[in-house]
Structures are given as C-alpha cells and as structure tokens.
C-alpha cells in the first residue's frame, strides 16, 4: 500500500520512510519543486521513495496523480501551504484527514483568535483588516498600541507587522498594500509581550498528550526573525500538566481533533496566549530534535493519523533523554549564494554539531526579515535544552556565508 506525501517540509522524508516502512507501506511524494527536497533525498536510495513531479497548485492535477495509484491507503500533508487542497483530496478519495472546515479555520487567524477568544482562551479577539493604508491606521486606532498585524494565513514569519508608534504604523501602511499575501487580508490584534514557546503534541479523539515544549528564540523588536530554537524546556510537572489540559482547550475549540500539532504560543505575565496553531509537526528539524531528545520516531503517529488509526505515539513510554538547540543562519546583507565557509571546522565543537542546508548555491537571497532568508541551519545537543543552544550557537558562530552580487 502507498501513503502520499503532498509535498512535505524540508527536513524528515528519511523519519517517514522508517514510519512507513515499518507500518507495511511505501511512500510517495508529489512535489513542484524536488530541489526544495535535495538534502534528504541525496540521502534516500531510489527504493525508499517514490518521486512524481506535478503542479502541487493545481489540485485537478494531484487528483489525476491519485487516481492512478491503485493501492492509495493514506495522504499526509505537513505543511501549512497545502493545508487546504490536502484536506480537499483526502476527502476525495475517502481517506482520513483533518477535515476541511478545521484546516480553513486554521489557515485563517482571525478565525482561531476569535473562537479562542469567544471560548475563555484568549484575553481579546482579532479584527480583520483589508490590505491597505487606511485599514491599518484605523485598526491602529481601535486595538491601540502595541498591536500586531499580519498575513492571516501566513507562514514562515512573513508579512508579519509590530506596529508600537506612530512610526511603525505610518511604516506598515506604507508596506501592507504591496505585501503579497496568501489569506487575502490582514488580522490585527494585541501584541502579547513574553517570551514565545511552541508546544509539541499528539491529540486522537479528545485526547492530547504534551511530548515536548520549545523555546524560540528572536532577534530584537520590531523584525522579530527566529534565530534559534530549543528543546525540550524544563517545565515543572505541574506546569507541563497545566500547559496540557490548556493545549487539549485550544486544539478542541479550534476544531482539531487527531495528529500531530505544534502551537505556538506566549508566556505573558497573565498565562499563555496562542500565537498560531499548525496541525501539523513542527517544521525545520524540530521533529529531529523530538526524535533524538524523546528517543523514539515520532513521525510514526504522522502515518498512524493517515491511516486513520489511533496513533501508538499516545501510549508510548517516553524517556527524554539529551536537549537540543537548533540555530538559523541568515546571510548578512542580499546577494546570490555562493556556499558558507566554516561547515566543516563543526566536528571540533562539542554537542555533535550537524549542517543543515535550506537553500542551494546559485539562489537568490533577498528577504532577510522573515525565513525565507535562511540558507542553513546548525543543531547540536546538550544534556539539557540549554546547553544544547549554548553548543549550537557556538558551532553556528564559525559558519560564514560566501555571497556574490545580485544579477
């Protein structure tokens, strides 16, 4: 039996593959870009995978696709992007998905803020806002300062606004009606203050278990570009058992109800506010780092969802064992990438540093705000989370990038 992946994030087609396999079935990827994939699948032998090149965009298309395989028993989609169209073709062909009412909810912010909001699980609600100058300012005037405006169904930190002054409204007015956009309008709503965490669950039929939580770590207001990411946190037990029963809130209001999911959220002064909620694993090597720290494949409850059975991940012992920190790197002005100098001086720092490449040599780099201006990433471990960051960063401070000018 084959079990699709409509495309995937960059990083875990290898944890897949072992998933897979060790449920009885192969995988296949459809995809419009493989290069976005070439890191794994320089890894994988032409028996792990199969590879079909289509025009993900066009669901017509993909349904072709599946239409031709014959022993089709599951769909898995793990990214935000294709959240809808998966949630489309599953329902098709009569495999198990998320449903089509909960992934529009959760490809629209707005609408989690405000059923959070309508349930007791958020201290406001969000407005929607129109792409355009006026809008801004006058959502600027309603919600007051600070404020956040951003992409309603955005990804990856883009077209994300702090809006704390005059200035940073006047600014942001200026810069929405050029954004591109993939919700079609904005939502505003406070700006909560605190350090930002996402949590790492599995949830089947009204049960969710908290595997892990991570620390995610900025660069200075108003950008606000993830730089570093780290896990596990040591929480206390009572803690992560509160933090457990509020995340079990939040994927039920927002209609979420099996696989795995990773929320973000902050911890204010008055208890968490949600940032977002992704139905999916957790993107870059964040799954590698729960595979390594919990001592077990996580993704097997990524295929057990798609086979529309309980995920064994639920009832699992779980024995964590070292901390992670993961660091992103960033070239420090636009231009072409050429390659990095540093990758291989890794092997003399402690924790076990690895390279991860996001981007190839040859492409452009040219939005350095947000993560589509990661090239690499750079993950080592530690005993604990924090000495897992403490090695990472010191491992990512010898990586140099090697840039030429832009055409």
Known sequence: ?????????????????????????????????????????????????????????DVAACAAVLDRIPDLAGLVNSTDTWM????????????????????????????????????????????????TAEAVTAAATTIGYPLIVKDAAGTSSRSVWLIRDDADRDRAARQVPDATLLGGHLVAEPYFPGPVYSAETI?????????AVAVHIHTPEPVRREEAVALPVALSPDELARLETWLGDVLATVGFSGGMAHTEFVQTSDGPEVVEVNGRIA???????????????????????????????????LNPGPGHGMVFLH?????????????????????????????????????????????????????????????ALAAAGTVTHRMRPLD
């Not at 993107?283 to 086979?307: H, P």
């Not at 231009?335 to 991860?356: K, V």
């Open 1 to 57: 039996m084959t079990i699709v992946l409509l495309e995937a994030l960059t990083f875990g087609l290898a944890r897949l593959r072992d998933a897979a396999t060790g449920a009885g079935h192969r995988l296949c990827l459809l995809t419009g870009d493989r290069s976005v994939y070439s890191y794994e699948l320089d890894r994988l032998g032409p028996d792990d995978l199969t590879v079909i090149d289509v025009d993900t965009t």
């Open 84 to 131: 809808l169209p998966g949630a489309e073709l599953a329902e098709r062909f009569g495999l198990a998905t998320l449903g089509l009412d909960t992934a529009r909810t959760l490809r629209d912010k707005a609408r989690v803020r405000t059923l959070l909001h309508g349930a007791g699980l958020s201290r406001a609600g969000a407005t929607r806002v129109t792409p």
């Open 203 to 211: 949830s089947w039929q009204g049960r969710t278990r908290l595997l």
């Open 283 to 317: 993107g870059a090597v964040i799954g590698e780092m729960l595979c390594r720290s919990l001592g077990v494949n996580v993704y097997t409850a990524v295929v057990d969802t798609a086979l529309n059975r309980r995920p064994r991940l639920l009832d699992t012992p």
């Open 331 to 391: 070239p420090p002005a636009p231009g072409r990438l050429a390659g990095w100098h540093g990758p291989e001086r890794l092997p003399i720092f402690p924790g076990r540093p690895e390279f991860f490449p996001t981007a190839q040599v040859g492409d452009r780099i040219v939005h350095l705000a947000d993560q589509r201006g990661c090239t690499a990433l750079v993950l080592a471990e530690g005993p604990t989370a924090e000495l897992g960051l403490h090695r």
